[in-house]
Nanobody, 121 residues
């Protein structure tokens, strides 16, 4: 059974930084593409970044240049470094396995509990 556990969320001021972690178990982590999603209050969940098993990355336009997705296959862990945070980044952040469907990434599997990021002065 695949288990993904997100951590690292916190309350920060605008302009601040956070690093989120996603620890995976029950899966051969190194062969899976992975993604970070977020869901803000009253909004649909959206994919903000994805990383292939080989380390290729994709980002939503709203986070390009500010967020960096990475992975450590030896630790079965994925990260999201978030810099220059804005109030509109406030959301619950989730990680999930993803697969490519044409030009889009599609999430597969079960959602974890997520980790809350709050950006406010």
């Amino acid at each position: 059974q695949v288990q993904l556990v997100e951590s690292g969320g916190d309350a920060v001021q605008p302009g601040g930084s956070l690093r989120l972690s996603c620890a995976a178990s029950g899966t051969i982590f190194s062969i899976n593409a992975m993604g970070w999603y977020r869901q803000a209050p009253g909004k649909q969940r959206e994919l903000v970044a994805a990383i292939t098993s080989g380390g290729s990355t994709n980002y939503a336009d709203s986070v390009k240049g500010r967020f960096t997705i990475s992975r450590d296959n030896a630790k079965n862990t994925m990260y999201l470094q978030m810099n220059s945070l804005k109030p509109e980044d406030t959301a619950v952040y989730y990680c999930l396995n993803v697969v490519k469907d044409g030009n889009s990434w599609v999430g597969i599997g079960s959602w974890g509990q997520g980790t809350q990021v709050t950006v406010s002065s």
